[in-house]
């Protein structure tokens, strides 16, 4: 008698370890199809920036992107955009793609249908207006996602891009450390997450929502991989 309830326990525990997974998971396909890796054979690697536009870091990273000739994703806030619209020009200006990464970066797993779509849709007008560019990639904040997420962007003909890894610079270390954090887990096809700014801070006003430290790495980051025999892509070759 017992052992049907075990049973049944034991599958409920399974389905909601797999949804936990599923709206934590950056890579997950539980909520719809996600790049979250380039080919493995090869030696590419794709740059993409979360969180901006931020003044002193944003136009820093663009400026050694400029001199490298490297190009990269800008997966921007659409608060951000408003805050600062001559830095997202700028973005646009230099021939980077812009994505979508929300209008508040809000943590979209905690939330209904409407207000993931007016995060969503919201990012997309911002971006729209501002630079003129249409965005295709989209990034959850914090990669966070729930069944609403896929519905909407799919909706909207978004492609969602997760990333192969992160290198924790938002907690700011020297720059030399997350140079050397990305050197470590440099592989083929990486799709790498660094940050221009603060998705919680869009006004650019709190110094801990400053990254200074990932663009004074950058420099170093793209001589490691050129050193190691990669060559940087744009993101939208994925797509
Ligand atoms: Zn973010």
Request: a positive charge.
């Amino acid at each position: 008698m017992i052992l049907p309830f075990v049973a049944a326990g034991a599958s409920v525990g399974t389905a909601v370890g797999t949804l936990a997974w599923g709206a934590y998971s950056p890579t997950s396909r539980l909520f719809g199809a996600v790049i979250g890796r380039g080919p493995t054979t090869g030696r590419s690697l794709y740059l993409t920036f979360d969180d901006g536009p931020r003044p002193g870091v944003t136009d820093r990273i663009l400026e050694t992107l400029a001199r490298e000739g490297v190009p990269a994703t800008f997966f921007l806030v659409g608060a951000a955009v408003r805050h600062h619209p001559a830095i997202a020009h700028r973005v646009a200006g230099a021939g980077h793609e812009i994505g979508n990464h929300t209008r508040s970066h809000r943590k979209l797993h905690r939330l209904g249908r409407e207000a993931i779509r007016a995060e969503i849709v919201g990012g997309h007008q911002d971006i729209v207006e501002v630079t003129g560019e249409v965005p295709r990639a989209f990034r959850a904040p914090h990669g966070y996602r729930n069944p609403f997420v896929g519905r909407v962007t799919r909706r909207l003909r978004y492609c969602t891009i997760g990333w192969t890894f992160g290198v924790w610079d938002s907690d700011r270390p020297p720059a030399e450390e997350i140079r050397r954090r990305v050197r470590a887990k440099l592989r083929p096809g990486a799709i790498i997450l660094l940050h221009d700014g603060d998705g919680y801070d869009p006004g650019g006003s709190n110094p801990r929502g400053d990254r200074t430290p990932t663009a004074e790495a950058l420099p170093g980051i793209i001589a490691d991989a050129r050193a190691a025999g990669y060559d940087f892509h744009p993101l939208a070759e994925l797509y």
